[in-house]
Nanobody, 127 residues
Framework: QVHLVESGGGSVQAGGSLMLSCAASGDAYTRTCMGWFRQAPGKEREGVAAINTRLETTYTADSVKGRFTISQDAAKSMLYLQMNSLEPEDTAMYYC????????????????????WGQGTQVTISS
């Protein structure tokens, strides 16, 4: 069983920064791949970034590449998403997710491949 709790969301102006955090519990092998997803009203949930927690290989969506960075503190079982140069289009509920098997390049962004989810944290960017 994996329990995920996100924090760090908020409201900022365009161009600003936020760092999201995700506190994870459960055996580390159950969280081989961890990711950040987001869902805006009326839109499908989309993958933002993911990290293989053993190898620290990262994957980032083209829409946020160069602006968002995923990282972890394995010793603290913490996952982070540093978000810079935020745009109004980044407004969404952001979710932390985990799965047992590793982050393959073709599947890391597919929500249905992740077994565990946090409750989400809202990010609102004003222009």
């Amino acid at each position: 069983q994996v329990h995920l709790v996100e924090s760090g969301g908020g409201s900022v102006q365009a161009g600003g920064s936020l760092m999201l955090s995700c506190a994870a519990s459960g055996d580390a092998y159950t969280r081989t791949c961890m990711g950040w997803f987001r869902q805006a009203p009326g839109k499908e949930r989309e993958g933002v970034a993911a990290i293989n927690t053993r190898l620290e290989t990262t994957y980032t969506a083209d829409s946020v590449k160069g602006r968002f960075t995923i990282s972890q503190d394995a010793a603290k079982s913490m996952l982070y998403l540093q978000m810079n140069s935020l745009e109004p289009e980044d407004t969404a509920m952001y979710y932390c997710a985990a799965r047992v098997y590793n982050c393959a390049s073709g599947s890391w962004s597919v929500p249905g491949t992740f077994a565990w989810w946090g409750q989400g944290t809202q990010v609102t960017i004003s222009s």
